[in-house]
């Protein structure tokens, strides 16, 4: 067996930092006893210490950015939450994971969600909130059983509920499965879903932070943002900041998925790079290469293997041309239809899709309708730059950011892979073996063995 | 099946029924617990719906009646928001809703030929129901298990890296009443009985948080690595000869 040579330079001991992770693989992790064991609840201690606007100042100081695809700073988020206002304040905890790609927060929630728990209790303690709630995607039940599982634990043990550890604080936390649409984890159609309407998203400003929840002061954060927090609190944010880079400090959980020999979990700092994932865990499958990749789940735009060096952080991703994202690492090797991939990808925007504005309800439409016929060998030289035109109206004129994201596979596929769009054109189909690009097409004897 | 009313031009259509008056009490208490839980009623909307779909396995224009009146909204309000979202089933169908991941990375991996072969195996097409009522099919989209890939979920329980054969298999059992196991979740029960579940109701049953263990195979190989436990070497193409990616496999835990 071969093992690149960079393996030797880089030890994967020293390219990764479980830290969420850390402890995944005992046998019962998801339970509190568990989470003790590691630790758990200390940074709460330390926060229940501290007032609230010290607790806001050294998540601020630490860099944590948020984790759910913007990279927007966490700490500044909560500073925004206007004080002494009167009004009651909300946290609502973003675990509607549905982007293209994305599958970091529903193995974390599976496997700890008491790190999530842990860091509500101290947001809320930082924000003055009394009420949070997490908006879990209805479709991920193991998760939502084991959330259940741990409120009930946290409620039990007195980490919620009234008078948290003889703090004086109280709080009350729900669990909430949302019922199957994308758009709502975009933040104010998540509010508006929350609030039992259709999830649509809501003019900004005002912003949540002004006018969120019930139009009082909330903060939406992803889950692996407040998971984030805890460790934060722990081990101080001079240990966060030696991860990563000035402007993206700290850990996070990369996501690797698609055409490579390990897909799963990766937790390391912000700024490695794919080639370190990849030389590590093993690279693409055996006797294929890299074509292209999304960095950051299927909104933002792809990169090829050009791009391996990129250090995957905000500004290293973003001066590449794309976005860091979720940090879901989509790998698709040489046996895969760009076409094909763009086309679905594109079905699913404008299935998901709200409806609200024009720009993205009728592009999307015609995009896959265009897609489609070219996929099929049934389009025209002239469809590439109306399909450029089209998602040029989309981006950048929509109403939310689901429009940008239905642009990007679009344009960055016809900047990268424009000679393939042609070939389908010119040669009236897809040149490419679906077959190939199986997780079986190298196992002809799986079937018997599985 | 449904007995949808023939067009009617005009002429309203009649109030649907109301539950039977123990159903309807039960019901009620039930959703008296769900509105406690919100600071406002309206926001119970969404988990009251699912609990109308567990009591009847999809939403019905009873269901959404009973949804506006104990939240004081219209049933047109109600319809509005329960056509909004895709796990509201608008019939009735299969006890087992088997849900093939057909978002790009799924697709190219294999679901697209696990949800060709199934159509096939079964006779049906996209949101149809066996003839038995035991399995509807559905292609659905990305379900945050892409390190997996080809995902298929069962009443939403995972069933991980899936091929048209296992995919075939699966089906089979539960046509025959046999038990399938997730790869990730619990032992499977009755689409009614998850829907409760997202209406807030824990799962009840003995062994169902625990089940299939702390995370999966594929949710622990950074974590492997960074621990020294699997030698670069060894995970270099895991796929020839083995299914398990991952040196281990899945027997471990
Ligand atoms: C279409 C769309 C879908 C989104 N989906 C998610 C999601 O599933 N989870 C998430 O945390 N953020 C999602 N976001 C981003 C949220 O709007 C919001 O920025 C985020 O939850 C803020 O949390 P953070 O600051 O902790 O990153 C989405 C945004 C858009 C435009
Ligand atoms: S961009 Fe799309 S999803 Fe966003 S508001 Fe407009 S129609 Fe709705
Ligand atoms: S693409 Fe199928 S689970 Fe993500």
């Known amino acids: 067996m071969t093992v690149a040579a960079a393996i030797n330079e880089t030890s994967p001991e020293k390219v990764l930092a479980p830290v969420l992770s850390a402890f995944w693989d005992e046998p019962n992790s998801w339970t509190l006893e568990t989470y003790r064991r590691h630790g758990g609840y200390e940074g709460l201690r330390k926060a229940l210490a501290m007032a609230p606007d010290d607790v806001i100042a050294l998540v601020k100081d630490s860099g944590l950015r948020g984790r759910g695809g913007a990279g927007f700073p966490t700490g500044m988020k909560w500073q925004f939450i206007p004080q002494g206002d009167g009004k009651p304040h909300y946290l609502v905890v973003n675990a509607d994971e ?3 790609g994305t599958c970091k927060d529903i193995p974390l929630l599976f496997a700890n969600p008491h790190s999530l728990l842990e860091g509500i209790v101290i947001a809320c303690h930082a924000i003055r909130s009394n009420q949070a709630f997490i908006y879990l995607r209805g479709e991920v039940v193991p998760v939502l059983r084991r959330l259940h599982h741990a409120v009930a634990e946290a409620y039990e043990a007195g980490y919620l509920g009234r008078n948290v550890q003889g703090s004086g604080f109280d709080l009350e936390l729900t669990v909430h499965a949302g019922a199957g649409a994308y758009i709502c984890g975009e933040e104010t159609a998540l509010l508006d879903s929350l609030e ?6 809501r003019l900004r400003p005002p912003f949540p932070a002004v006018a969120g929840l019930y139009a009082c002061p909330t903060v939406v954060n992803n889950v692996e943002s407040i ?16 991860m990563g880079s000035e402007k993206s400090p700290g850990f996070t959980l990369y996501s690797l998925s698609g055409h490579v020999a390990n897909p799963g979990q990766y937790e390391g700092p912000l700024g490695i790079t794919l080639r370190q994932l990849l030389d590590i865990s093993g690279g693409m499958r055996p006797g294929h290469r890299l074509k292209f990749w999304t960095p950051g789940g299927s909104s933002t735009p792809l990169l090829t293997d050009e791009h391996l060096d990129v250090p995957l952080d905000y500004e290293g991703v973003g001066a590449a041309g ?3 994202g979720t940090k879901a690492l989509q790998c698709f090797d040489e046996t895969t239809c760009v076409v094909r991939a763009v086309a679905r990808w594109t079905e699913f925007y404008a299935h998901e899709s709200c409806g609200k504005c024009t720009p993205c309800r009728e592009g999307t439409y015609w995009m896959v309708q265009l897609l489609r016929d070219i ?6 030289s002239e469809d590439l730059d109306k399909l450029l035109d089209i998602a040029d109206n989309v981006n950048g004129k929509s109403f939310c950011a689901l429009g940008d994201g239905a642009a990007s596979p679009i344009f960055s596929s016809l900047k990268y892979f424009r000679e393939e769009y042609e070939r389908h054109i010119t040669g009236q189909g897809c040149p490419f073996d679906p077959a190939l690009s199986t997780a079986w097409a190298h196992q002809p004897h799986l079937e018997v063995n599985a | 099946m449904t007995t949808e009313p023939p067009v009617s031009l005009g002429i309203p259509e009649m109030p649907p029924p109301d539950y039977p008056a123990e159903v309807r009490a039960r019901l009620e208490a039930d959703a008296r617990e769900v509105i406690a839980r919100y600071p406002d009623s309206r926001s119970a909307l969404l988990p009251l719906l699912h609990l109308v779909q567990a009591e009847e396995g999809y939403v019905s224009r009873t269901g959404i009646r009973f949804c506006a009146q104990l939240l004081e909204l219209t049933t047109a309000e109600v319809t509005a928001v329960s056509t909004f979202y895709t796990m509201y089933r608008r019939k009735p169908s299969g006890e087992y809703q088997v849900g093939v991941c057909t978002n790009t990375l799924c697709a190219v991996m294999g679901g697209d030929a696990i949800f060709e072969a199934l159509q096939e195996h079964l006779g049906i097409g996209n949101d149809e129901t066996t003839e038995d009522g035991r399995v509807t099919l559905q292609h659905i989209e990305c379900n945050a298990a892409c390190d997996y890939a080809p995902v298929v979920m069962v009443n939403w329980e995972f069933f991980d890296n899936q091929t048209p054969e296992s995919a075939k298999r699966l089906v089979d059992d539960l046509r025959a009443g046999r038990a399938a196991q997730p790869t990730r979740g619990a032992p499977l029960c009755t689409y009614q009985e998850t829907a409760r579940m997202l209406a807030g109701f824990p799962d009840t049953r003995t062994g169902a948080v625990e089940a299939t263990g702390g995370a999966g195979h594929a949710s622990l ?5 960074a621990k020294g436990e699997t030698a670069p070497g060894r995970i270099v193409s895991p796929r020839e000869g083995g299914i398990a990616p991952g040196a281990g496999g899945e027997g471990e835990e």
């Open chain 1, 196 to 201: 039992g309407r259709r999830g649509q998203p």
């Open chain 2, 221 to 225: 190989v950074g974590l492997r690595l």
């Open chain 1, 227 to 242: 998971a984030s927090v805890p460790a934060i609190l722990t081990r101080g944010k001079d240990w966060f900041r030696s």
């Open chain 1, 375 to 380: 996929e099929a060998g049934k389009g025209r």
């Open chain 1, 322 to 324: 794309s976005m860091l």
């Open chain 1, 98 to 100: 549905s982007e293209p």
